[in-house]
Antibody, heavy 119, light 110 residues
Framework: EVQLVESGGGLVKPGGSLRLSCAAS????????MTWVRQAPGKGLEWVGR??????????DFAAPVKGRFTISRDDSKNTLHLQMNSLKTEDTAVYYC??????????WGQGTLVTVSS | QSALTQPPSASGSPGQSVTISCTGT?????????VSWYQQHPGKAPKLMIY???KRPSGVPDRFSGSKSGNTASLTVSGLQAEDEADYYC??????????FGTGTKVTVL
């Protein structure tokens, strides 16, 4: 059974930084493309970014609102995905989900971790 | 990239059918057969219901079906049941390795 468990959320001031993690099990993580999706309180889902497997280049792409501020990395030795968020804004407040990505499909989702950006 | 357009709400009585539309452009829904649908109950993570326009993952009831015509994709839930009451989101590949979600539809079982 595939399990994704996010951690690292919390309260941070505008302009601050936060690093989220996603621990994966039940899949060959090194072969997996992974994404981050967020959901602001009471709002819809928003794609944040995606990282390829290292064998496919390991590169990451981001949605326009976070490009240049967020980075995605992976530690295949620990089956862990990271989202580094810098220069945080109040509009980044959301629940952040990590998901697997295959043939355009976000098949498995974690339970999410809440990030609150507020002074 | 603008969000895909879904109706804010849809409803039906138990046993009836409800269809949710998801309208995009030729750069996303119309350009690729990578449309998926997700069900989300309050306080829970989204769950994959349909992928690649019309395929169902194992474990998803065959009451759920998907289709696409031009720039609009659709999700139909037949034989509505109380547990189908949830928010539903479509998602499409949008090129340049980006993805876009729909605005979401709240389905109410009357």
């Amino acid at each position: 059974e595939v399990q994704l468990v996010e951690s690292g959320g919390g309260l941070v001031k505008p302009g601050g930084s936060l690093r989220l993690s996603c621990a994966a099990s039940g899949l060959t993580f090194s072969n997996a493309w992974m994404t981050w999706v967020r959901q602001a309180p009471g709002k819809g889902l928003e794609w944040v970014g995606r990282i390829k497997s290292k064998t496919d280049g390991g590169t990451a792409d981001f949605a326009a609102p976070v490009k240049g501020r967020f980075t995605i990395s992976r530690d295949d030795s620990k089956n862990t995905l990271h989202l580094q968020m810098n220069s945080l804004k109040t509009e980044d407040t959301a629940v952040y989900y990590c998901t697997t990505l295959g043939t355009g499909t976000l098949r498995y989702w974690g339970q999410g971790t809440l990030v609150t950006v507020s002074s | 990239q603008s969000a895909l357009t879904q109706p804010p709400s849809a409803s039906g009585s138990p046993g009836q059918s409800v269809t949710i539309s998801c309208t995009g452009t030729s750069s996303d829904v119309g350009g690729y057969n990578y449309v998926s649908w997700y069900q989300q109950h309050p306080g829970k993570a989204p769950k994959l219901m349909i992928y690649e326009v019309s395929k169902r993952p194992s474990g998803v009831p065959d009451r759920f079906s998907g289709s696409k015509s031009g720039n609009t994709a659709s999700l139909t839930v037949s034989g509505l049941q109380a547990e189908d009451e949830a928010d539903y989101y479509c998602c499409s590949f949008a090129g340049s390795l980006n993805y876009v979600f729909g605005t979401g539809t709240k389905v109410t079982v009357l």
